[in-house]
């Protein structure tokens, strides 16, 4: 789920040796991958903010399978540069050929996991989960501040007029309305949970669930155990540095807050469907 620590976790899966791309988000997302995960959901009729339509894409194998060529397709494409960066492009040329640990981040791979699937059977799936609470909270934070960019550019005299149209989305308001309250974004949270645990469950030893709070309060022994997961054979210098980098005062943020709290025991049942 979004907000819930994948930024941290990736960035240190990075420093254990992971390759996770050249060009990134601030998120720490290859825009490579982030990009043909937003086409997938828009084929879908979705959006990271309301993502169950995707489902509807296994539904049929016809569209599966020409959604799948299409991205196989782009794995081959020069546009794996994004990813590859230069000097791995030149070496590798499609991503079918790379000889390294390599992998991505994007939240929006909860539900186009079956789809990657297909092109990668033996991948290893990692979900990391987070107090639905702390996440909510997390997504009203930088919603509120979002739309209040995006409210201001309304502001500027002939903005509608002048925008073109393929920015449209980048200025709209409706696409993160849900997450501007504390139950949409926890709603999401469920959603997300769900389906991640789901996926969990089905690929067995290939996948490998950890909380956010667990990986702060004991970052080295959780280090260690994707580090073999990954089959990364990082050093114990880099374990240490990795760990070293994580915040552990972003466990359970949201028992600073009075309201928070309140809103936790109001969501209380909800919470410990998912551990919490």
Known sequence: MHR??????????????????????GENEANFFQQLNIWTFVQCGASWENPNSVRDLFDSEDICACVEEYIRFSLSSPRIKSYFGMIKY??????????EHWGWKDPRNTFTLPLWLR???????????????DVAQS??????????????KFGKPGIRVMLPRRHWQNYGLISMLRCSTLDGGFSLWEEYCQEASKHVGMNGDHAMQ??????LKNPVDYLSSLNSFCELD?????????????????????RHDEKLVSFSQ???KRLAKYGY
């Open 234 to 254: 990082a050093s114990p210098e880099l374990l240490s540095q990795a760990a070293k980098n994580l915040n552990s005062d972003r466990a359970y943020a949201y």
């Open 210 to 215: 950890i909380r956010f709070e667990d990986l």
């Open 266 to 268: 109001k969501v209380k």
């Open 139 to 152: 997504l009203k934070v930088r919603t509120d501040l979002v739309l209040r960019r995006r409210h201001s």
């Open 90 to 99: 030149l070496r590798y040329r499609t991503l079918f050929n790379i000889a």
């Open 119 to 133: 092109l990668f059977p033996g991948a290893k799936v990692i979900h990391i989960t987070r107090n639905g609470v």
């Open 4 to 25: 819930s620590g994948t930024t941290a976790l990736c960035k240190a899966l990075e420093t254990l040796g992971l390759f996770v791309g050249q060009s990134k988000t």
